[in-house]
């Protein structure tokens, strides 16, 4: 071939090869500034992800679940008062476990059981239940409450400190020492004749003292509910049946011009105590619930054909008042009774819930322990739950006195625990008013065999709970998760039904849920 025609085959070759290279090459967009506004970046969908349709996802189960655990002689924790540091661990740790696999979700811890604290205090000495003597610190230390805060949030459990405002040294406290409040504040302090000291309900600075105990828990520690009992001025007994001696802030009142009867004024006292709480703890954290567990019957009669001891006139505690006027968030009159007799659990359920009138939260005690002339024990606690069920329906709840009766009967913890089969959230609290939480972010990847789900919170601190829905086939399934754990991994298929779509929602610390976020798989 000539030269100089090759030179031209050639070049008009590789003319050609750019034409084609330049009919295939997208064009470049030219850079023009618009605004210095920046857009959010969204992720594209992949390509087997499709839009989720609208869902009605079903319902949770709630139901307030809880046990008191009593500090005070060391009848549920700790079990002695010579435990090192770790034994005391230990033994919460297994509480909490049995709790948990019962499915409870809130335990009622006693931090103060006599003046004293099962927590780092200023203002109320160690307890000598905790370490043996009054003002002891444990060794090595560490704070009893916030261990037991953190465990129980841990394990998807709420935390109520439950203390008692006016006694101030129980018969097995131990000597009073100069730790002791009895001796840093005398005056208001009266021996009963049972050995017990208690203090003066209607003196101002017991009040005041008790209130800025209140305050302190609330303001440092990341609690759930303040819980007070059914111990206001004391029951007769303790005092060889004599009338309680508060001469003093009875004279001075009178000197005043007081023209209340003495069992009036005892009671106004009370009231004017219960409503300040209540306030109190709202103005310092507003989620915090406050929580009463009176005596169960407030006078005899109340229902028709009810005997027994009547609050009302001997502890000097109206507690039908404070239920009344909604100065709390929820109510747990100590049902201690069978269902049949001069105490009827059901009669006495019905009763108090009829006098609701501010629809608070109404969460009976159980006697789980201790329920006389029962021959059952287990079966009666059973069919109290159902009662409870039955008449407070959507709202239901019981707190079961104490966790002896559980940990140490297996066949009422076996019973109960056979009640209580699946988790529940508890019930919503909607006149606290929160801001709801964000949608939670979820993510969801898939192997040939597997899914594997992530998901979190835009406001991660703000999230007690998650819920996840599961849909096998045509068939949703519910699953309530600790706050800590935020993935799963799912097989593709599940008794022959394929996995086809999953959601989250979060749960704030009172049960509030959030938006769900879904997707299609």
Same mark, same amino acid.
Request: glycine share 4%; charged share 25%.
């Given at each position: 071939?000539?030269?100089?025609?090759?030179?031209?085959?050639?070049?008009?070759?590789?003319?050609?090869?750019?034409?084609?290279?330049?009919?295939?090459?997208?064009?470049?967009?030219?850079? &023009?500034?618009?605004?210095?506004?920046?857009?959010?970046?969204?992720?594209?969908?992949?390509?087997?992800?499709?839009?989720?349709?609208?869902?009605?996802?079903?319902?949770?189960?709630?139901?307030?679940?809880?046990?008191?655990?009593a500090?005070?002689?060391?009848?549920?924790?700790?079990?002695?008062n010579s435990?090192?540091?770790?034994?005391?661990k230990?033994?919460?740790?297994?509480?909490?476990?049995?709790?948990?696999?019962?499915?409870?979700?809130?335990?009622?811890?006693?931090?103060?059981?006599?003046?004293?604290a099962?927590?780092?205090?200023?203002?109320?000495?160690?307890?000598?239940?905790?370490?043996?003597?009054?003002?002891?610190?444990p060794?090595?230390?560490?704070?009893?409450?916030?261990?037991?805060?953190?465990?129980?949030h841990?394990?998807?459990?709420?935390?109520?400190?439950?203390?008692?405002?006016?006694?101030?040294?129980?018969?097995?406290?131990?000597?009073?020492?100069?730790?002791?409040?009895?001796?840093?504040?005398?005056?208001?302090?009266?021996k009963?004749?049972?050995?017990?000291y208690?203090?003066?309900?209607?003196?101002?600075?017991?009040?005041?003292?008790?209130a800025?105990?209140?305050?302190?828990?609330?303001?440092?520690?990341?609690?759930?509910?303040?819980?007070?009992?059914?111990?206001?001025?004391?029951?007769?007994?303790?005092?060889?049946?004599?009338?309680?001696p508060?001469?003093?802030?009875?004279?001075?009142?009178?000197?005043?011009?007081?023209?209340?009867?003495?069992?009036?004024?005892?009671?106004?006292?009370?009231?004017?105590? &219960?409503?300040?709480?209540?306030?109190?703890?709202?103005?310092?954290?507003?989620?915090?619930?406050?929580?009463?567990?009176?005596?169960g019957?407030?006078?005899?009669?109340?229902?028709?054909?009810?005997?027994?001891?009547?609050?009302?006139?001997?502890?000097?505690?109206?507690?039908?008042?404070?239920?009344?006027?909604?100065?709390?968030?929820?109510?747990?009159?100590?049902?201690?009774?069978?269902?049949?007799?001069?105490?009827?659990?059901?009669?006495?359920?019905?009763?108090?819930?009829?006098?609701?009138?501010?629809?608070?939260?109404?969460?009976?005690?159980?006697?789980?322990?201790?329920?006389?002339?029962?021959?059952d024990?287990?079966?009666?606690?059973?069919?109290?739950?159902?009662?409870?069920?039955?008449?407070?329906?959507?709202?239901?709840?019981?707190?079961?006195?104490?966790?002896?009766?559980?940990?140490?009967?297996?066949?009422?913890?076996?019973?109960?625990?056979?009640?209580?089969?699946?988790?529940?959230?508890?019930?919503?609290?909607?006149?606290?008013?929160t801001?709801?939480?964000?949608?939670?972010?979820?993510?969801?990847?898939?192997?040939? &065999?597997?899914?594997?789900?992530?998901w979190?919170?835009?406001?991660?601190?703000?999230?007690?709970?998650?819920?996840?829905?599961?849909?096998?086939?045509?068939?949703?399934?519910?699953?309530?998760?600790?706050?800590?754990?935020?993935?799963?991994?799912?097989?593709?298929?599940?008794?022959?039904k394929?996995?086809?779509?999953?959601?989250?929602?979060?749960?704030?610390?009172?049960?509030?849920?959030?938006?769900?976020?879904?997707?299609?798989?």
């Open positions: 071939m000539n030269f100089t025609f090759a030179k031209a085959i050639s070049a008009l070759f590789l003319f050609l090869l750019f034409v084609a290279s330049c009919a295939t090459k997208k064009p470049v967009a030219k850079s &023009i500034k618009k605004s210095t506004t920046t857009k959010p970046v969204t992720t594209p969908k992949t390509e087997t992800e499709k839009p989720v349709a609208k869902l009605a996802l079903p319902e949770v189960n709630r139901e307030f679940r809880a046990a008191w655990i500090t005070v002689a060391n009848i549920n924790w700790p079990s002695k435990l090192s540091t770790q034994q005391q230990d033994e919460a740790i297994k509480i909490l476990d049995l709790l948990k696999e019962a499915n409870f979700n809130a335990v009622i811890f006693q931090a103060r059981p006599s003046a004293d099962m927590y780092r205090s200023v203002l109320e000495p160690w307890s000598y239940f905790l370490t043996g003597a009054i003002g002891k610190a060794t090595p230390f560490y704070d009893p409450l916030e261990f037991w805060i953190k465990e129980s841990e394990r998807g459990m709420e935390l109520h400190v439950w203390l008692n405002p006016y006694r101030a040294h129980h018969t097995t406290g131990g000597p009073i020492t100069a730790e002791s409040i009895v001796k840093k504040m005398p005056e208001q302090i009266i009963l004749r049972n050995g017990m208690w203090m003066d309900p209607s003196d101002e600075k017991t009040q005041d003292h008790t800025m105990v209140i305050r302190d828990l609330v303001k440092r520690y990341d609690i759930d509910a303040i819980h007070i009992d059914d111990y206001f001025y004391p029951y007769k007994e303790y005092n060889g049946g004599k009338d309680f508060d001469n003093r802030t009875w004279d001075d009142y009178l000197k005043r011009g007081g023209n209340l009867t003495r069992a009036d004024f005892r009671r106004a006292n009370v009231n004017k105590f &219960i409503k300040r709480i209540h306030e109190e703890i709202k103005t310092e954290k507003s989620n915090v619930k406050f929580g009463i567990s009176p005596f019957i407030w006078k005899p009669g109340f229902p028709e054909g009810i005997k027994g001891t009547s609050q009302y006139d001997e502890l000097y505690a109206d507690a039908k008042l404070w239920l009344n006027q909604g100065w709390l968030d929820y109510f747990s009159p100590q049902l201690y009774w069978k269902n049949e007799g001069p105490q009827s659990f059901p009669a006495l359920l019905n009763w108090w819930e009829g006098e609701n009138t501010m629809k608070r939260h109404l969460w009976p005690g159980l006697n789980t322990i201790g329920m006389r002339e029962v021959t024990r287990p079966t009666e606690i059973v069919n109290q739950i159902n009662t409870t069920r039955n008449i407070l329906k959507d709202n239901a709840g019981t707190i079961h006195y104490s966790v002896d009766g559980l940990s140490k009967n297996p066949t009422m913890y076996n019973a109960v625990k056979n009640s209580y089969q699946k988790k529940a959230l508890v019930p919503t609290t909607p006149w606290i008013k801001q709801p939480l964000g949608k939670p972010i979820l993510f969801a990847e898939s192997t040939s &065999i597997s899914t594997n789900l992530r979190n919170s835009p406001e991660p601190a703000k999230v007690f709970q998650w819920i996840l829905y599961i849909k096998y086939g045509e068939t949703w399934e519910t699953e309530i998760i600790e706050k800590n754990l935020n993935s799963k991994i799912l097989p593709l298929s599940r008794n022959g394929k996995l086809n779509m999953v959601a989250v929602k979060s749960v704030d610390r009172l049960g509030n849920e959030s938006e769900y976020e879904a997707k299609n798989l």
